[in-house]
DNA sequence: CCAAAAGTGTTCCTTTTACACCCATGG
DNA sequence: CCATGGGTGTAAAAGGAACACTTTTGG
């Protein structure tokens, strides 16, 4: 960015911006296999009483990360979580706020996508404000153009689990492998991969340590815990590897 | 993005912004077989004489990628080309203007990466700014955080080349597949894949037709002409496919 | 005829895919 | 003892890497 021909400012004067952040916040609840996002009811216009994604506007002296971690940190407690910039969706008219009266400010959204871990992530509710998780597929229209920010962040979330190791930011310090499989077929979908293929490739690559504790759900045999080891990973890191 | 409780604005003012395009303007020489970037030098402080990505601030009713066209228009003539979104910068501090006296306005920088084709770019010099294709291991230091940008673009552009077919928006409509073999060496590197492989698996995949018109370039065998046929192409659209 | 570039084919090896099958536990 | 999920193995097919070889041009 940065200073360009101020000769030319008198006759295309420059936009001035608000800049908002906006989050898609995804959680895998894996005990109803179901990928969720978190919505927040709006409270004010425009689009009152209308479900949307969980934003804030740029405060003085903050930069953009920050202000995607108040939000989080406003709406749920959590203790692990990855967090990415996404997009940023700038055009005029986008947000009604626009309109004449307001006179040439314009508002411009710099999203984020985060993937928080369900078990443990506690909603926060202020008693005023509607917050809550929405299976993806049941999301309804949402405020302003955030139907098409969170398809393209689910389009992310699936890139991202394809290639790299987000899915363990999400799990449990100890997880089985079919905790990490289910999680993939919640996101990806039936069909990406059966379990001992799955199993197979994971194991080879050798990131995964076997705790040798066990673990034991209900029917069936007990399953062994494993942990995601950073430092077996980081040869890894920028390679084309792929988890399915 | 977009609209917040508004009564917590009294204890923390928003911040207001300036929204700048820079963009990352890439092109391929393959008769010296060597990946340029467009650098412009600046005119004005701050970083006045130092070299940058060029860019522009947006304008009232521009949206960002009207922006960053009309800086490409400003500096090249071409034809065809590439153009997405990259990444924004964002954070305070980034620009010297931000600087005491000019009171809370902060300068946010939204990045495009765009490709070329290097034959047909004809560059705009208007006689006062300077500007050239800079070799990519030759960059100097670049005004703001520009090398952390352009970094950040290559990556990219090595990844869009993977698996995507970027590289046909920058051929000419008819190439062999000794020039497409090129540019995917200068960007990517020698050994990323041997010709005759790579032939193989391009031509395989079958959006590539044969024309039957020979093209010969002194020596050696005269080569087909080529054709990229969006048409075939499509159903690879969003898969996860694999150029090299 | 030779060098240079285009184009074809072959071999070896690794990975992927689709299964079948064994193991350990709770009820 | 059997249903349930965990875990292992294997055979066939596909894909990748390396390299040898043929073809067609200009000089």
């Known amino acids: 960015m940065a200073g360009r021909s101020q000769k030319k400012t008198t006759s295309h004067p420059l936009e001035d911006f608000k800049v908002g952040v906006d989050n898609i916040i995804f959680s895998v609840d894996t005990t109803q296999n179901r990928l969720l996002v978190l919505l927040v009811m709006r409270q004010e216009e425009p689009f009152r009483d209308r479900w949307s994604l ?3 506007l740029v405060r003085q002296g903050e930069s953009l990360e920050e202000a995607a971690y108040r939000i989080l940190s406003e709406k ?10 996404l997009y940023t969706f700038g055009g005029p008219h986008r947000d009604p706020r626009e309109s004449p009266e307001s006179y040439h400010v314009r508002y411009l959204s710099v999203s984020y996508f985060a993937l928080v871990r369900f078990e443990e ?6 008693g005023v404000t ?8 049941q999301v309804p229209q949402l405020a302003f153009d955030h139907n098409q920010i969170l398809k393209y962040g689910y389009q992310r979330l699936r890139n991202k689990l394809e290639y790299s190791p987000v899915a363990f930011e999400v799990l449990p310090e100890l997880f089985t492998l079919g905790d990490l499989y289910q999680l ?7 069909g990406f991969s059966d379990y001992s293929n799955f199993r197979a490739r994971l194991l080879k690559l050798g990131f ?5 504790k066990k673990t034991s759900r209900g029917a069936g045999r007990p399953a062994s ?6 430092e077996a990973f980081a040869p890894f890191k920028d390679k084309p590897l792929v988890f399915v």
């Open 225 to 230: 815990l494993y942990r995601f080891d950073a």
């Open 54 to 56: 969980p934003g804030t």
């Open 208 to 212: 995964l340590c076997d705790t040798g």
């Open 184 to 190: 993939y077929t919640t996101v990806l979908g039936e």
């Open 121 to 126: 992530a506690e909603l926060i509710a202020d």
């Open 76 to 85: 749920i407690r959590v203790n692990n979580l990855y967090l990415e910039q």
């Open 130 to 137: 509607g917050i809550a998780w929405y299976p993806l597929e």
